[in-house]
């Protein structure tokens, strides 16, 4: 099993910064996975989840379009953490935002990669 509890969301004005953060736990870290990558995903009102930012095992980063420049992914190995540092936020980044982990060392974007998910947390930007 793979336990994501994801902190660090909230209201931030246009312009704002947050800094999500995820720690990954469960046996499956150890025995069922010989490496792995994560992501962060977003979901906003009635649109569909997609990918913002992933970072594989060897520590290289993809980012989707919208969020290059602003966002940075990075993760402490050794503390299972996963981290997005969003700055120069907009409304249009107004979603949830999720933490999820697959089995191998590939970075991804593609939401259906992921088998295991946190439960989300709320970012809003608003003036």
């Known amino acids: 099993q793979v336990q994501l509890v994801e902190s660090g969301g909230g209201s931030v004005q246009p312009r704002g910064s947050l800094r999500p953060s995820c720690v990954a736990s469960?046996?499956?870290?150890?025995?069922?996975?010989?490496?792995?990558?994560m992501g962060w995903l977003r979901q906003a009102p009635g649109k569909a989840r997609e990918g913002v930012a992933s970072?594989?095992?060897?520590?290289?980063?993809v980012y989707a379009e919208s969020v290059k420049g602003r966002f940075t992914i990075s993760r402490d190995v050794a503390k299972t953490t996963l981290y997005l540092q969003m700055n120069k936020l907009n409304a249009e980044d107004t979603a949830i935002y999720y933490c999820?982990?697959?089995?191998?060392?590939?970075?991804?974007?593609?939401?259906?990669?992921?088998?295991?998910w946190g439960q989300g947390t709320q970012v809003t930007v608003s003036s």
């Open positions: 469960g046996s499956d870290l150890d025995y069922t996975y010989s490496s792995y990558s």
């Open positions: 970072i594989g095992r060897d520590g290289s980063t």
């Open positions: 999820a982990l697959r089995g191998g060392p590939l970075k991804a974007l593609d939401a259906q990669v992921y088998k295991h």
